[in-house]
């Protein structure tokens, strides 16, 4: 039973964690939009900027979890 409990937990901070670096690269998207409509950026340094920042979450999530394979049984 614990083992079930642990599982579950550790699921939940899986999808936590996936939710927030998503929710980060949302909102990364909406400000460079933003920025382009406000002529703060050009499309170029926009995409430019969003890209290295996506890559950095990238880099993140690797060190969260290096591997991607899973047990099939959790």
Not at 30 to 58: F, G, S
Request: charge should be negative; proline fraction near 3%.
């Amino acid at each position: 039973m614990e083992k079930v409990a642990a599982a579950r937990e550790n699921v939940l901070d899986e999808l936590q964690t996936e939710w927030l670096l998503t929710d980060m690269k949302s909102k990364i998207t909406q400000t460079a939009y933003h920025l382009i409509d406000d002529e703060v950026y050009t499309r170029k340094d926009a995409a430019y900027a969003m890209l290295e920042v996506v890559a950095l979450i990238e880099l993140e999530e690797k060190s969260i979890r290096p591997d991607d394979v899973r047990d099939p049984y959790l």
